[in-house]
């Protein structure tokens, strides 16, 4: 089978850095990649690791350890409007895309 | 240029009735996904095409669930005999072959509600 685990609801200030965890178990893993979905709009690509290491494009950064099943999305410098749920997913040898649950990020003022 | 487009954006019908959902992916993608979402969770894999043909069709959850997509382009989910299980939103992603990345384009989705 395939699962997904991330937390279900992360919450910070303006400003700050977060960083949301994401582990797998997978029969096939071809990648990780992290989607942004606000509240009634469409998934919107953020990031992806097919390799060990940090990915970094602009506030966002992504890593990812295949020998630990592990990953994380990286916020920095967060803004009101990063406010939205957030969803690790795991590409599969068709491309087509396993994910998770769902991290819901609240930014405060 | 156009992103995914997706028809309806919303479809209430009744329990045992037939739905259609379309989707016109961004052109030149030749990979076409559909995924649908129930409130709260993530994207549920349904169906993948690559060109016309149906490359996985591992998620579709039974029979009574069938897409096509027979001139590599638009493609169009249809589901049979609805049941209330059905409702969720039911989302269309495309992608270019090219895409290193394999950055999914997703539409707007459709909303479906079976009474």
């Known amino acids: 089978g395939q699962s997904l685990e991330q937390p279900s609801e992360v919450t910070a200030v303006e400003g700050a850095i977060v960083q949301i965890n994401c582990t797998y178990q997978?029969?096939?893993?071809?990648?990780l990649s992290w989607y942004q979905q606000h509240d009634g709009g469409a998934p919107t690509f953020l990031s992806y690791?097919?390799?060990?290491g940090l990915e970094e494009t602009g506030r966002f950064s992504s890593f990812l350890s295949r020998s630990d099943s592990y990953g994380y999305l990286l916020l920095q410098e967060l803004q009101m409007k990063d406010s939205a749920s957030y969803f690790c997913?795991?590409?599969?040898?068709?491309?087509?895309?396993?994910f998770g649950q769902g991290t819901t990020l609240q930014v405060k003022p | 240029g156009a992103g995914v487009s997706q028809t309806p954006s919303n479809k209430v019908t009744e329990k045992g009735k037939y739905v259609e959902l379309r989707c016109d992916p961004i052109?030149?993608?030749?990979?076409l996904y559909w995924y649908r979402q129930s409130l709260g969770q993530g994207p549920e894999f349904l169906i993948y095409?690559?060109?016309?043909?149906?490359?996985?069709d591992s998620g579709l959850p039974n029979d009574r669930f069938f897409a096509v997509r027979p001139e590599g382009s638009v493609s169009t989910l249809k589901i049979q005999r609805t049941e209330r299980g059905d409702s969720a939103v039911y989302l269309c992603?495309?992608?270019?072959?090219?895409?290193?990345?394999?950055?999914?384009?997703f539409g707007p989705g459709t909303r479906l509600t079976v009474l």
């Open positions: 992603a495309s992608s270019s072959r090219d895409s290193p990345y394999n950055e999914q384009f």
């Open positions: 997978t029969s096939g893993f071809y990648g």
């Open positions: 690791n097919a390799l060990d």
């Open positions: 997913a795991v590409r599969g040898n068709t491309g087509k895309l396993i």
């Open positions: 052109s030149g993608h030749t990979a």
């Open positions: 095409f690559q060109g016309t043909g149906a490359a996985d």
